[in-house]
Every structure is written in C-alpha cells, then in structure tokens.
Antibody, heavy 120, light 106 residues
Framework: QVQLVQSGAEVKEPGASVKVSCEAS????????IHWVRQAPGQGLEWIGM????????TYAQTFQGRVTMTRDTSTSTVYMELSSLRSEDTAVYYC?????????????WGQGTLVTVSS | DIQMTQSPSSLSASVGDRVTIPCRAS??????LNWYQQKPGKAPKLLIY???SLQSGVPSRFSGSGSGTDFTLTIIDLQPEDFATYYC?????????FGGGTKVEI
C-alpha cells in the first residue's frame, strides 16, 4: 500500500535551518510528483512547493523562494524539504503529499506530518 | 495567484442533516478542484477529486459538484465521524491554493 513516512518533530532556534524527509513506498517513486504543504497552529493549509522525482524539477511558492530547497534521492525513494532562516512564524506541521498519476492532479496520499517548532 | 474562498468558516449541524459547503475560485479552474477532510492532529484526507469524483473508500454520502468558479461539497445524512474541517483546493496551475476551510460543528 502507498505510504509516505516523514521524519520526526524538530525544535529549532530562529535563524537556523530544518530538513524534513518524506520516504515513499508502495508505488513507483518516480511516477508521481510530491508536494509540500504546511499548517500553522490553528490555521489553514499553505502550499510550499513541489518536486518531480523523475527529473528533479522543482516549483516553489513565491513566499518561500530563496529560503526553501527541495531535493530527492531516488535510491531511497525519499524527498527532502529544507527551510532556512527560520522565524517563529515558520512554526507549523509540515506535510508531504503525493499527486495521483494521471490528469487530475489531486493529492491522494499524505505523510503523517512533521511538527517544526521555532523558538529561542 | 488563484484565490479560493470558502464561506462560512464554520457551521453547526446535527447528525442526519444534509450539509452543503461552497467554494469559489477567483478565476475559471475547470474541474481542477479537490475536497479534503481534516480532523484534529491528522493529515488531510482526500474525499473528492476533479470536482465530482469520489475517492476510493470514501462513503457515498459525500458528493461534489460544480465547474469553472463555483463548487459545492455535499454531505447527506451527516454522521458523528463527519464533524471535521473541510478544505477545497485547486490544482489548475501552480501555485496550488486551498480555501480557508469550513469547520462542521455539532
């Protein structure tokens, strides 16, 4: 069965960087794009960006341009999202999500989420 | 960027009710509209994709309709486990955006 398993919770100081992993299993890794979405406490869902595991092409939300880096390792079926220059407003749960193969582009499977807390 | 508007942000309902949740896009997105359910402490769960297609394993009391700019999620015979927050999302182009969510409360 399809699974996306994310790395554990992180606590970081302002100005630091965090790198969250998302390991995929149960399907052909390179066949589906992976997106990252975050949710601040009590807030809605915010799109961060996406990566194509096949060729590594990336699209970032303008809000995060210059601070976010997405990469993938096809040998371990894992994608990574690194966010730098952290500030308190980056405290959130970060999710990876798979895009269904085909034309509909919906996010059919999600990781369990990784809580990133930014605090001094 | 395409803005997704959900209103109201919350609504009260009872078990057995029929509930409709609207979502409006700021421009024509065809049928690139998806609906997710989220419960506290959990990841969002896909309910409806491509505006009206029911995701596998989702009960048939959930349905979606609409195209272009106006969309609706309908839940008939509301069950206790349906009390949650519902988000619409467009995937017409990047950036992908979500509506602000509608919380269905008892």
């Amino acid at each position: 069965q399809v699974q996306l398993v994310q790395s554990g919770a992180e606590v970081k100081e302002p100005g630091a960087s965090v790198k969250v992993s998302c390991e995929a299993s149960g399907y052909t890794f390179i066949s589906s794009h992976i997106h990252w979405v975050r949710q601040a406490p009590g807030q809605g869902l915010e799109w961060i960006g996406m990566i194509n595991p096949r060729g590594g092409s990336i699209t970032y939300a303008q809000t995060f341009q210059g601070r976010v880096t997405m990469t993938r390792d096809t040998s371990t079926s894992t994608v990574y999202m690194e966010l730098s220059s952290l500030r308190s407003e980056d405290t959130a749960v970060y999710y990876c999500a798979r895009v269904r193969s085909g034309a509909t582009r919906d996010f059919d499977f999600w990781g369990q989420g990784t809580l990133v807390t930014v605090s001094s | 960027d395409i803005q997704m508007t959900q209103s109201p942000s919350s609504l009260s309902a009872s078990v057995g009710d029929r509930v409709t949740i609207p979502c409006r896009a700021s421009q024509n997105i065809g049928a690139y509209l998806n609906w997710y359910q989220q419960k506290p402490g959990k990841a969002p769960k896909l309910l409806i994709y491509a505006a009206s297609s029911l995701q596998s394993g989702v009960p048939s009391r959930f349905s979606g309709s609409g195209s272009g700019t106006d969309f609706t999620l309908t839940i008939i015979d509301l069950q206790p486990e349906d009390f949650a927050t519902y988000y619409c999302q467009h995937t017409y182009t990047t950036p992908v955006t979500f509506g602000g969510g509608t919380k269905v409360e008892i």
